[in-house]
């Protein structure tokens, strides 16, 4: 049940975002999996099936691993990612730092993005202790090649800081509160 309402919401953000304006061509999108969707089935074909479905380009869209759950087969889990990288599809390990987060995932699993957990942003003007970690987190994302994009970025400070520290993308209240697809995508043509 779980599964189906997750590739329900899947589906309705890939045909919102078919449907934007050319002028938003270079957007891409991100879409949560979880885990369990990935050790049941052959995921892959199903994405495949929801892209063609929507018409949306696979080259523009991010599946985020989120870590609700641990993933249970690494291989099986390895060969779905694979596939969907395989088709200009990108993957990102979301909320890396907190619940499951494993090394061994980042080991595993082709990622292209690691996605700070929001309670980690703030943790850049904190103490020495905590700027260190979030500090040796950024350099070990990028020592293995991967982009870093840090969530819940709500200040200037911690967005600059962030920046010297390695971050490459920002998601969070700095730039804008949560939006209806329509509302998106007007703020969207404003900022491109």
Request: net charge negative; with cysteine.
């Amino acid at each position: 049940m779980r599964e189906q309402l997750s590739e329900s919401i899947q589906l309705a953000a890939m045909r919102h975002a078919a449907s934007w304006s050319p002028a938003l061509s270079d957007l891409r999108l991100s879409i949560n999996l979880g885990a369990l969707e990935l050790g049941e089935g052959d995921y892959s074909s199903r994405l495949e099936k929801m892209i063609a479905d929507t018409g949306f380009c696979a080259k523009r869209l991010t599946v985020e691993l989120t870590e609700e759950g641990l993933v249970r087969n690494l291989d099986a889990a390895s060969g779905q990612l694979s596939k969907l990288r395989e088709k200009g599809i990108r993957v990102a390990l979301d909320d890396f730092g907190t619940g499951y987060s494993s090394l061994i995932y980042l080991k595993n699993l082709p990622v292209d993005y690691l996605k700070l957990d929001k309670g980690m942003t703030p943790d850049i003007r904190g103490s020495g202790k905590d700027r260190a970690l979030l500090r040796s987190i950024i350099a070990l994302g990028k020592a293995i090649g991967l982009q870093i994009i840090a969530e819940g970025v709500e200040h200037p400070e911690e967005l600059e800081m962030l920046h010297v520290e390695g971050c490459d993308i920002y998601q969070g209240y700095l730039k804008s509160m949560p939006l209806s697809p329509k509302e998106f995508e007007r703020f969207a043509m404003r900022s491109n």
